[in-house]
Antibody, heavy 121, light 108 residues
Framework: EVQLVESGGGLVQPGRSLRLSCAAS????????MHWVRQAPGKGLEWVSG????????GYADSVKGRFTISRDNAKNSLYLQMNSLRAEDTALYYC??????????????WGQGTLVTVSS | SYVLTQPPSVSVAPGKTARITCGGN??????VHWYQQKPGQAPVLVIY???DRPSGIPERFSGSNSGNTATLTISRVEAGDEADYYC???????????FGGGTKLTVL
């Protein structure tokens, strides 16, 4: 059974940093691209970032480019999102999502339950 | 960047057919994927590559895509289908993954 478990969310002040983690199990992690997708309270889905199976291809939404960094450790079956210079508009539930392919096709066939990030003073 | 437009809400009686549209410029030239999200839950992929169903998704869910509109069709709607539905594409612009704004399906 595929499982994606996010952690690292919390309350953080504007301008500070936070690192999210996603622990994957139930599939061969290094065979698939992975993504972060977020959802602000009461709003729709917004793709944040994606990384290919071997970290050779990485992409970011314009809204986070230059502030967020995605990475993965295939030996630890883990995905990360380093979030710097956080803003109030980054407040959201952050989902870890598995891609259907090794490359970043943007088809998310499994999702975690999310970790909540709140940016507020 | 590419924009996907969905109606905010669709209502349908149980047993009837629901159609949720997703509009975009020449969307027929792109592959469209659909997600179902029930309250308090993570999204679930229900249709990918316009009309393919992941394993475990009922045959009542189908999709089509042509011209400027993609459509998710849910036949014989059940109360358990009540959820938000999002369309999504991969675009070559600076924001490669684009979601529609979502459609709330209400089962009357």
């Amino acid at each position: 059974e595929v499982q994606l478990v996010e952690s690292g969310g919390g309350l953080v002040q504007p301008g500070r940093s936070l690192r999210l983690s996603c622990a994957a199990s139930g599939f061969t992690f290094d065979d698939y691209a992975m993504h972060w997708v977020r959802q602000a309270p009461g709003k729709g889905l917004e793709w944040v970032s994606g990384i290919s199976w071997n970290s050779g291809s990485i992409g970011y939404a314009d809204s986070v480019k230059g502030r967020f960094t995605i990475s993965r450790d295939n030996a630890k079956n883990s995905l990360y999102l380093q979030m710097n210079s956080l803003r109030a508009e980054d407040t959201a539930l952050y989902y870890c999502a598995k891609d259907m392919r090794p490359g970043t096709t943007g088809i998310f066939d499994y999702w975690g339950q999310g970790t909540l990030v709140t940016v507020s003073s | 960047s590419y924009v996907l437009t969905q109606p905010p809400s669709v209502s349908v009686a149980p047993g009837k057919t629901a159609r949720i549209t997703c509009g975009g410029n020449n969307i027929g030239s792109k592959s469209v994927h659909w997600y179902q999200q029930k309250p308090g839950q993570a999204p679930v992929l229900v249709i990918y590559y316009d009309s393919d169903r992941p394993s475990g998704i009922p045959e009542r869910f189908s999709g089509s895509n042509s011209g400027n509109t993609a459509t998710l069709t849910i036949s014989r709607v059940e109360a358990g289908d009540e959820a938000d539905y999002y369309c999504q594409v991969w675009d070559s612009s600076s924001d490669p993954v684009v979601f529609g704004g979502g459609t709330k399906l209400t089962v009357l």
